[in-house]
Each structure stands twice: as structure tokens, then as C-alpha cells.
């Protein structure tokens, strides 16, 4: 019996390694490490295969975030809704920027936020809205659109685990401000760290290009003023990266595809067992799966238990499952002055309970696939 892991990079860079080796030699020949023309190509392709007029690389996920934030002109006393379920980085950037963050709880069937419960949330003092495409199941953006337009807020997409996504026929961060991360698991992984905005509003993107290079204005032919008209950061997407970022753009809706067969493979292998709950693709998704995330719900007075357990047990049985995320961030540590007690976002609480996301990577084989469900069907039995 072999161990399979919860992500194995390495099966699609078998695919591409030697155009990858081939393109990295050639940004470091030419002796341009930052910016040049392996970054504009790669952000022009990107941003073409979304559907926008600008894709504006950065060092990471988060301060693809951070910068859409500052581009917003949120700050001091603003709130922003969004999701505790989610990993920190969403609601990490909305407190440096000087806002609150406002949790709202999970859709009764889903992993994204309650669109009646954001709704809800908006106030006087509501200055955006971030939406996490949490697992590759993107948010409805309908209707999320239809409520931030009413109330003129405009919404943050967080795509990092969803690049490729999309709602009705439209790729998600080509509706809202995408925000972007390159992070190596994630579907679009990069060798290393690496981000990026895009949008279709020149002032936002013009304020992206500015924050992520120390607010330094340019001149003509790119010329550097040392003028610096705001406080900015030190964040850009380093040439290597986009170099092999632009080559697995290439690839990225074979992989997503390939993603799609396996959910569809694990669907079907476990839509009979018993004590689990599947997830669901929804009218009008199309979800990219970076996460197959199945729900334990409980059977014992200790709430964490069964799911723990089992997640050792396949374990014992070569099955390298993950927990995305045990602990809410209304109820992290860092927020307790928010004021968030246990129980006020039940859904959430019970989901971080309750969820386990299953080896899914692409080139994942149905062999493996087929021994991560008879072990989970064993596991199960047993408990």
C-alpha cells in the first residue's frame, strides 16, 4: 500500500520541466531578475485569460490583497465583511490598513459566506466586501454584485484558491478586484511565493503599480523619477516566477480539468457511504477544486473526535488527509477584542469541526483514488 500525499507538485512538473529549465536559464542570462518582459508578458497573458485590461503581479496573495485594500482607500474606522472561515491572510490585511473586519457565517449547503448574512452586515461604515472562493467553489457573484451595486460597495475578490473559477460563464477576479495567489499548491502555483490584482479600472490598477514598487512614480520609457507620491511596499513579482508562472498558465485548464474529473471520481466513489457528507458544485459554478473537502459530521459528546480520529487512522493507511481550518478566525487569538464569542457563527464553528479535504492534486490516479475511499469506507466502519 503507498503513501499518497495531500498535493504531489511534482507530476505536473515532470510535464514541463525541461520549457521550465529552458525559460529560467533564459531570465538569468539576460540579467533582468525584476520587471522586463518575462513580468509583462506573463501579466498580459494572465490578465488576457481572465477577461481583463490589467493583471498586476506582486509578491504574494496577501498583499495582492493589501495593496486592493489601499487602492480602495479603505482605512481608520472603515469595516469590511467577509468570512472566518477562511485562512488569516484574508482578514490579516484588513486590520493593517486600519479597518475592522466584520465575520459574517457560512451558506447552509456550502464553504462561502451567507450572501442574506452580508447583506445584513453593511452599515454606515461598510467600505468593501471580500468574497473568498474558498476551495475553488467560487461565491455567487450574481447576487453578491446585485447587493454590494445597491449599496455601492465595491467587492474584493479572493481568488487564491480558485484561479481558473467561475460564475455563470465568468472567471472570478474578472468581476470584482481579483486578488491572486501564486502560492506553489495553489492550481496556478508558482516555484516560490507570488501574486497579483487585476481589474478592469485604470485608477485602481494605476494605484496597484504604484503601492507595490514604494508608491514610485516613473517617467517616460519607464525612466526612475525617485519621486515617491505615496507610502507603498516592496512587492513585486520577481522575473524567474513569471517566467514559469507563464509557461503553467498554459497548462492551468488541462490541470483544472483534471481537478474536475477527480472530484467527479470521489463523488462517485463515495456518494454511498454512510456518516460523510459530499461536497456540492452548484447551478452555475464552475468550480476548479483546489480542495476536495468532505464533512465528518459528529457522532460523540467531544465535537472533534470522529473527524481527528479518522484523519488518523487514514493516515495508518497511507492517506495524507488535511484540515482547512480548525480554529475560525472570529475565534483566533489575535481577534479577541473584536468581541466574537464561541457560537456566534454556528455554521462556521461546526464546519471547522467537521471538514477534511482529501488527497487532490493533478495526476492523481483513480487507483489512488479508489485506496483513499476504500480506506475512508474502512476507517469509518470502525469508529
Excluded at 26 to 39: C, E, H, L, M, W
Excluded at 90 to 114: C, H, M, Q, W, Y
Excluded at 124 to 145: R, S, W, Y
Amino acid at each position: 500500500m503507498k503513501n499518497i500525499p495531500p498535493v504531489d507538485l511534482t507530476r505536473q512538473h515532470k510535464i514541463i520541466d525541461q520549457e521550465i529549465e529552458s525559460q529560467v536559464i533564459k531570465v538569468f542570462r539576460s540579467g533582468r531578475y525584476i520587471g522586463g518582459t518575462a513580468v509583462t508578458d506573463f501579466e498580459q497573458n494572465f490578465a488576457g485569460y481572465l477577461g481583463v485590461s490589467h493583471g498586476i503581479g506582486c509578491n504574494s496573495g496577501t498583499d495582492a490583497l493589501y495593496m486592493a485594500l489601499r487602492a480602495l482607500n479603505v482605512g481608520e474606522g472603515d469595516e469590511v465583511i467577509t468570512t472566518a472561515f477562511t485562512f488569516i491572510a484574508t482578514s490579516e490585511v484588513i486590520v493593517r490598513v486600519g479597518a475592522k473586519p466584520i465575520f459574517v457565517d457560512l451558506e447552509v449547503n456550502g464553504f462561502n459566506f451567507d450572501l442574506q448574512q452580508v447583506a445584513a452586515a453593511i452599515t454606515e461604515h461598510t467600505k468593501a466586501i471580500i468574497a473568498v472562493h474558498l476551495f475553488g467553489q467560487p461565491v455567487n457573484m450574481d447576487d453578491l454584485m446585485a447587493i454590494a451595486n445597491k449599496h455601492q460597495i465595491p467587492v474584493i475578490e479572493d481568488c487564491a484558491q480558485a484561479t481558473g473559477a467561475a460564475w455563470n460563464g465568468t472567471k472570478v477576479g474578472s468581476i470584482g478586484v481579483g486578488c491572486f495567489s501564486f502560492f506553489p499548491t495553489k492550481n496556478l502555483g508558482g516555484c516560490g511565493d507570488g501574486g497579483a490584482v487585476t481589474t478592469d479600472d485604470w485608477a485602481i490598477a494605476d494605484q496597484i503599480r504604484l503601492l507595490r514598487e514604494h508608491g514610485l512614480v516613473r517617467g517616460a520609457g519607464a525612466k526612475v523619477t525617485y519621486r515617491h507620491d505615496l507610502t507603498g511596499l516592496n512587492s513585486r513579482l520577481d522575473s524567474i516566477q513569471a517566467a514559469i508562472l507563464d509557461i503553467k498558465l498554459r497548462h492551468l485548464d488541462s490541470w483544472n480539468g483534471q481537478r474536475r474529473f477527480a472530484a467527479n471520481n470521489y463523488t462517485q466513489l463515495l456518494e454511498n457511504v454512510p456518516n460523510i457528507k459530499l461536497p456540492q458544485e452548484v447551478p452555475g459554478s464552475f468550480a476548479v477544486w483546489n480542495q476536495y473537502t468532505i464533512r465528518i459530521p459528529n457522532r460523540n459528546s467531544d465535537s472533534s473526535i470522529t473527524r481527528d480520529v479518522l484523519r488518523n487512522k487514514l493516515q495508518e493507511k497511507g492517506v495524507i488527509s488535511m484540515v482547512y481550518y480548525p480554529l475560525p478566525l472570529h475565534l483566533q487569538p489575535v481577534y479577541q477584542d473584536l468581541g466574537y464569542d464561541r457560537g456566534i457563527l454556528p455554521r462556521t464553528e461546526q464546519a471547522a469541526q467537521e471538514v477534511l479535504s482529501l488527497p487532490m492534486f493533478p495526476g492523481i490516479t483513480f487507483a489512488e483514488q479508489q485506496q483513499v475511499a476504500y480506506s475512508l469506507k474502512d476507517c469509518l466502519e470502525q469508529l
